[in-house]
């Protein structure tokens, strides 16, 4: 039986070395996929991962268990992310990855899709996180935790310190962007003429994983 996060946490705190390697495992892609689309440079966000863990590992006799582990760890990765854009003084932008074989990334991701539809939906991802780039960085950080990493309105103000007000306006904000820009690049003028104002709005859809939960703005 799979144990929870919160019976490895208290396995770990008794000094079990092979629970919190349990842990990293289950949390590593997540806190890498976050830092990634936070600040958008592959060695970086493999820092930010590292150091996380790092963190969490030595601050764990200090964990409460007031909020979920996930939730802590979202919070040390959010906080080493902000410090590195401070520090670096730059915006982060994600590069999809250019190496790897498209037919190992059909079988692995839609076994079904096409090599022209996997080119088309990489080519939607990229337009979106192109624009991603351009936000500012609340927005973007909502965005990410919202659409990405399917965290409520509630979860994303705690972590982020804000009102859940705020949150909801940087979201609504930052997708507006994201939709107006969209629908600017000759690309999707192409791929939604005819189709309404339905178009951008399905663009960024496609865009994102299916891992959210749907929440009225």
Not at 88 to 110: C, I, K, S, W, Y
Not at 155 to 171: F, G, N
Not at 197 to 215: I, N, V
Request: proline share 5%; with cysteine.
């Amino acid at each position: 039986m799979t144990s929870t996060d919160e019976e490895l946490v208290a396995r770990s705190m008794r000094g079990d070395a092979d629970s919190f390697n349990q842990l990293i495992l289950r949390w590593e892609r997540p806190i890498y996929a976050l830092a990634y689309r936070t600040i958008g440079r592959e060695e970086d966000a493999r820092d930010v991962c590292q150091e996380t863990f790092l963190r969490a590992f030595r601050a764990l006799p200090r964990f409460r268990g007031q909020a979920k582990f996930s939730s802590w760890l979202y919070r040390i990765a959010l906080n080493l992310c902000r410090d590195w854009m401070r520090r670096e003084r730059r915006t982060g932008f994600v590069q999809p990855p250019e190496d790897g074989d498209l037919m190992d990334l059909v079988a692995a991701d839609h076994p079904s899709e096409s090599i022209e539809d996997l080119v088309a939906r990489r080519h939607q991802v990229q337009a979106v996180e192109r624009a991603m780039a351009r936000l500012p960085d609340e927005q973007r950080t909502a965005i990410v935790l919202k659409e990405y990493h399917g965290l409520t309105f509630q979860e994303i103000a705690d972590l982020m310190d804000c009102p859940l007000s705020t949150v909801k306006t940087r979201l609504y904000q930052g997708l507006s962007v994201l939709r107006r820009e969209l629908s600017d690049t000759p690309n999707q003028k192409a791929n939604t003429a005819g189709a309404g104002r339905e178009g951008p709005a399905l663009h960024l859809k496609a865009a994102f994983p299916g891992t959210r939960r749907e929440e009225p703005i």
